[in-house]
């Protein structure tokens, strides 16, 4: 192949793309090549356009256009009662394509220690605090991943909702183990909605984190010492209710 460093260049930005290696990517190129007209130039206009005019929503984390109030927490035509909280993006459209939940999303942009560097303030959890005292919010739906950091995250909001008195639940049947909600089927998906649980009754919650291996878990008074310390912890723990 010939040494062309735009190609080169191309190849290893398109191989950083989720699913696909060094040998999609030339395909791919040569595709656009091939198409320059239909496909390369639309394709790079269109970039640039969500470059320059998508981002993310700063009160519920969606994405929204620059130019336009942000179609899930900011139309006034929408009147729910329930907040869907889900760890990405791509969680919200897997849900929204199962069609099994009418109400508003909320995204945190990760987990409570999924690694070192997230910090509790990077998650919109204050924001979304916020929105549920803010407007007629009568549940709030915890679709965090059934994963360590996952089940940390929704315990954390769960705490974090319980002087507000409103009703709290999380998907239960249907999320495997570890399992992360963007890869589940459609069936899975609604499985789940269907029989989420109450995490709390009235203003007193009424699940606390059980050890599912071995080791004790408390309560964390301090969540920046949480968030520190608890990837060191070497059983995996998760809540039953
Ligand atoms: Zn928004």
Redesign the pocket.
Known sequence: MQNIPEIENLIKLISKLPGLGPKSAKRIILKMINNRQELMKPLAQNLSEVYKNVIR?N????L?SNSSP?D???NVTKNFNKICVVENISDQWAIENSSVFQGYFHILGGTLSNSNTQKKEDLLIDSLIERVKKNDIEEVILATSATVEGQTTAFYIQDSLKKTNIKVSKLAQGLPVGGEIESLDDGTLISAFKNRKGLNSGSESSIKPTPFISGTFEQPTDWSIHLTTYPKIPCALFFSS
């Open positions: 929503c009160i519920c984390g969606t929204k942000c899930n927490c900011e």
